[in-house]
C-alpha cells in the first residue's frame, strides 16, 4: 500500500490538485486561500508545493493530498485512496482484503444494483408512465440512472427478494448484501428486498459513487403503514447528514454562480435540473444538518429557497434564518406564485422557474413585504404592543447575522417599511439577548519566560524565512536562541522548519520589507532580554546557595554580576 500510496502522491501535484477546490493566491514561496473546513474572510489556508503539504493556521487542519481529498470529500482512508487512484491512473494492487470488503465490495453491490433497477424500469410500462406524466423526459430519466425495484403481487408484496438473488448470482456474498442495507432479514428469518414496487433515485456521493437509494411508492400500498418515500440505511459508505442528492451533479455550476437553489426532494431537484436550474441541491431522507450547510459554503455564500406564501411559511422562513446565518449565508426567497413546490412549476412552465430564481428577493425584504404591506390593513398593526413584539422578534433575526454591513442594511430597510428611526432600532437591537451563544471570553495569563522566549525564537525564524535579507542577521546573534532553535537552523530539512516556512507566509507574506525588519530588530532585542532574564534566575539561584554557604566575597562577585546583567536589560529597554 505505501508504494501505491507514494506513486499517487508523485503523480498527482498537490497544487494542481487543491487548484481543483480552492482559489490558490500567492504567499512568499508558498500559496494560500480561504480554508474550507470553517468560516474565515482571510486566508489561512497555507500549501506548501515543496513539501507537499497544506496546514491552516485558523482551524488547526493540516495534511497531504490524502487528508484533503478525506475530509473535503468525507471520504474514510480506502475510499479517499480509490479516488485518488483512479485520478492518478495508479492500480490499487496491495489494498488490505479487510478495507477492501468494508468498502469497495459495498460499492460495488449498489453499482450492480443500480444496473438492475434501471433494467427493471424499461421492463415496466406503467413506472415509465409515472415518471413522465411528472414531467421528466427521457434524457433526465437516464442521466440520473432512476430505477425500479419489482415487487411480487398479493399478500406478499414488498417481501420480493429478485434484487437478492441478482446479486447472489453476480457472486456477492449475502452478508455483504445486507450490509449494503439492500436485502433485510424478515421475521422469518428468510432475506428479502428493502426496495420492492417503488421507483428508485440512487444517491451519489461527492465522487460520483453510488452509495445509497431512495424509493417512492408509484401506486398505492396495500397497507397504509407502507411510508410513500423509503431510504436506505446509514452504512459504512452513506451517511444520509452529509449528502446532498445532486450536489456530484451541479456542485460545479454552485462553485461558478457562488449560489445553490435548495429543494425539499428528489423530484423538486429533477424538475428544477431539467428547467435548466442546475445549481439545484435536494435535502434527501433527512433534515437539513450543519454537514450540510458546511459544504455548501465552501462553494456558495447564496441560498435560494421557497416557503408557502402565508404565515406558517413564514415562520418556517424565520426559523430557517437562524440555521443559514450560522453559517453567515445571505439567503433569497423565490416566489412560486401559483405553483405548489420547484416540481410543479417546472412540469407546468419551464422558463418559470429560472425567471422565479432570478428574481428571487432576499429572505428579509420578503419578511418585512409580508408583515408591513401584505398585512398593513390587519388591525394588530396599530396594536402596540403587537408592533413592540414583531419588530423585537425581527430585530433577534438580524442580529443573528454575522456581517455587520448586512445588519445595517436590514436596519435601514425595516426603519423605511416599519416607519421608527434607525436609531429607534439600533438602541433597541443593542438591548437584546444574542441569538447565538456567545464566545467564551478567556483571559489570557502572563507568558511565563520559557515559553515566551520560544515564542520570540519560533516569530524570528518565521519572519527570516519572509525576508531571507535577514537570516545572516540572526545568524550573526543565534548564540541568543536557545540551543534547540540554533539545531533547526543548521537542519533545513526538518519538519519543524517546514511548519515555520508555513506559518511565515500565513503571517508576513504580504507585509512591507521596512515593516518586517523594524519588528525583526525588536524581537531580537525582546530575545536579548529574555536571554539575559533566565541568566539572572540562574544567579538568582546561585545567590541563595552562595548565602547559606555564608562566603561574603564569592557572594559579592555574584551580586556584580546579577547587577551587570540587570544593567544590561535596562540599557535594552
Known amino acids: 500500500m505505501a508504494r501505491e500510496t507514494d506513486l499517487i502522491k508523485e503523480r498527482l501535484d498537490l497544487v494542481d490538485f487543491l487548484r481543483s477546490y480552492l482559489k490558490l493566491l500567492p504567499a512568499g514561496k508558498n500559496l494560500k486561500a480561504l480554508c474550507p473546513f470553517h468560516q474565515e474572510k482571510t486566508p489561512s489556508f497555507i500549501v506548501s508545493p515543496e513539501r507537499k503539504i497544506w496546514h491552516c493556521f485558523g ?41 477492501q470488503k468494508q468498502f469497495g465490495i459495498l460499492y460495488d453491490i449498489h453499482e450492480a444494483a443500480k444496473s438492475f433497477f434501471k433494467q427493471e424500469l424499461l421492463k415496466n410500462e406503467k413506472a415509465l408512465k409515472y415518471l413522465k406524466d411528472r414531467g421528466l423526459k427521457d434524457k433526465t430519466i437516464e442521466e440520473f440512472e432512476l430505477g425500479f425495484a419489482p415487487a411480487p403481487k398479493g399478500p406478499l408484496w414488498g417481501q420480493g427478494e429478485s434484487l437478492t438473488l441478482h446479486l447472489i448470482n453476480l457472486g456477492h456474498d449475502v452478508h455483504d448484501i445486507v450490509r449494503s442495507g439492500l436485502t433485510h432479514k424478515n421475521v422469518k428469518g428468510l432475506h428479502r428486498d428493502r426496495f420492492g414496487g417503488r421507483i428508485i433515485f440512487p444517491i451519489v456521493n461527492h465522487v460520483g459513487k453510488v452509495v445509497a437509494f431512495t424509493g417512492r411508492l408509484f401506486e398505492p400500498a396495500p397497507s397504509n403503514e407502507i411510508p410513500k418515500y423509503l431510504n436506505s440505511p446509514e452504512t459504512p459508505i452513506f451517511s444520509k447528514s452529509k449528502i446532498l442528492y445532486g450536489f456530484n451533479k451541479s456542485k460545479n455550476e454552485i462553485a461558478k454562480s457562488h449560489t445553490a437553489f435548495l429543494v425539499e426532494g428528489q423530484m423538486d431537484f429533477l424538475l428544477a435540473w431539467q428547467s435548466g436550474v442546475q445549481n439545484a441541491v435536494a435535502v434527501s431522507g433527512t433534515g437539513l444538518t450543519p454537514h450540510h450547510l458546511e459544504r455548501l459554503r465552501r462553494l456558495a455564500d447564496t441560498i435560494i429557497i421557497s416557503f408557502d406564501n402565508d404565515e406558517a411559511g413564514l415562520r418556517a422562513l424565520e426559523r430557517s434564518l437562524d440555521i443559514f446565518n450560522n453559517f453567515d449565508f445571505h439567503v433569497k426567497v423565490v416566489d412560486l406564485g401559483k405553483f405548489s413546490d420547484p416540481a410543479e412549476a417546472g412540469k407546468e412552465n419551464q422558463g418559470f422557474l429560472l425567471q422565479a430564481i432570478q428574481k428571487a428577493k432576499p429572505a428579509f425584504s420578503h419578511i418585512f413585504d409580508y408583515y408591513f404591506k401584505k398585512s398593513a390593513a390587519r388591525s394588530e398593526q396599530s396594536d402596540i404592543a403587537y408592533r413592540k413584539r414583531l419588530l423585537r422578534r425581527l430585530l433577534l433575526k438580524i442580529k443573528n447575522i454575522k456581517s455587520q454591513v448586512e445588519q445595517n442594511i436590514w436596519i435601514k430597510e425595516l ?69 534547540r532553535y540554533q539545531r533547526l537552523m543548521d537542519n533545513p530539512k526538518d519538519e519543524q522548519i517546514g511548519a ?38 540562574d544567579l538568582r539561584g546561585e545567590i541563595k546557595l552562595v548565602q547559606e554557604g555564608g562566603d561574603e566575597q564569592e557572594l559579592s562577585d555574584v551580586m556584580v554580576r546579577f547587577n551587570v546583567l540587570a544593567q544590561k536589560i535596562n540599557e535594552l529597554k
Open 59 to 99: 482551524c488547526g487542519e493540516g495534511g497531504d493530498l490524502i487528508t484533503f481529498a478525506m475530509k473535503y470529500e468525507n471520504l474514510e482512508f480506502p475510499e479517499a485512496l480509490r479516488f485518488l487512484a483512479e485520478k492518478a491512473g495508479v492500480t490499487l494492487r496491495s489494498i488490505n482484503p479487510a478495507e
Open 500 to 537: 515555520l516556512e508555513m506559518r511565515s507566509s500565513y503571517e508576513f507574506a504580504d507585509k512591507d520589507p521596512a515593516l518586517l525588519r523594524h519588528e525583526f530588530e525588536d524581537l531580537i532585542v525582546q530575545l536579548q532580554i529574555e536571554s539575559l532574564k533566565r541568566q539572572m534566575e
Open 415 to 483: 426603519s423605511q417599511v416599519s416607519s421608527i428611526s434607525e436609531t429607534a432600532l439600533m438602541d433597541e437591537l443593542q438591548n437584546l439577548p444574542s441569538a447565538r451563544d456567545e464566545a467564551v471570553q478567556v483571559q489570557e495569563s502572563e507568558t511565563t519566560p520559557a515559553l515566551r522566549i520560544d515564542l520570540i525564537a519560533t516569530r524570528l525564524l518565521s519572519l527570516v524565512f519572509a525576508e531571507r535579507k535577514l537570516f545572516d542577521t540572526l545568524m550573526s546573534s543565534r548564540e541568543w536562541l536557545p540551543d
